[in-house]
């Protein structure tokens, strides 16, 4: 079903970017500076938006022409591009957008043609709706696997790796009794957090985080 994976939704949106020859910094070159620094991981703003498996903010100048038999084609404008495959329903994420990062949502779609604000919620669902354009395509192939379980089966590999390099070499009877121990606190293990990475370093966990990039 276009849009829906499991129970994994894939969000696209091209919002044109306002084009001012009269401002003192192109509406394009703000949102890629304000991108560059915008944080990601455990630190960015789209784990707060925690059911965010992972999103992408990227400004799209044109299309890329890549030779015969495709045809060579121009945007009009230049697009702000936004993707983020989550957990459940369309509406209920984007006012979770609206509520829990609306200094992001201001800094980026404030310089697109048409953007209402968020004083007024409703107009900003329906504005990215307008906006939103079918996706068949997932950067999160987890069907209907949730953002939290994921990130618990990533959390319980990096602890397997680290059990087995830590164990090497011991005696059949050291090792089970290790092994026990090591069972018992893999089964009691909590879910990580939106964001979670393993402390150890043996697995990267940032599987909610936001990309901040520039096209080009």
């Known amino acids: 079903m276009a849009n829906v ?6 969000l696209t949106i091209l919002s044109p970017i306002i084009s001012d020859p009269n401002a003192d910094i192109s509406h ?3 949102i890629r500076e304000y991108l560059a620094n915008l944080a990601n991981g455990p630190t960015g703003p789209f784990a707060k938006v925690s059911s965010t498996h992972i999103c992408r903010l990227v ?3 044109d299309l890329i022409y890549v030779g015969t038999p495709a045809r060579e084609e121009h945007l009009s404008s230049q697009y702000l591009v936004f993707e983020s495959n989550f957990d459940g329903e369309l509406e209920p994420y984007l006012r979770t957008m609206a509520k829990e990062i609306p200094e992001v949502v201001e800094s980026v779609w404030g310089h697109c043609v048409g953007y209402p604000g968020l004083l007024d919620v409703n107009a900003f669902v329906a504005y990215m709706k307008k906006c939103q354009l079918t996706t068949t395509f997932y950067f999160a192939d987890v069907n209907n696997h949730t953002v939290q379980s994921t990130l618990r089966a990533l ?5 397997v790796a680290d059990f087995i390099g830590k164990h090497q070499g011991e005696s059949p009877s050291e090792l089970q009794a290790a092994f026990r121990v090591f069972y018992e606190r893999v089964r009691n293990m909590s879910e990580p957090e939106a964001g979670h990475h393993d402390p150890q370093g043996h697995v990267s966990i940032k599987l909610n985080r936001s990309i901040a990039a520039q096209h080009g």
């Open 155 to 159: 959390k319980v590999q990096a602890s």
């Open 59 to 61: 400004v799209m100048d």
């Open 5 to 10: 994976s499991g129970s994994v939704y894939g």
């Open 28 to 30: 394009d070159c703000a």
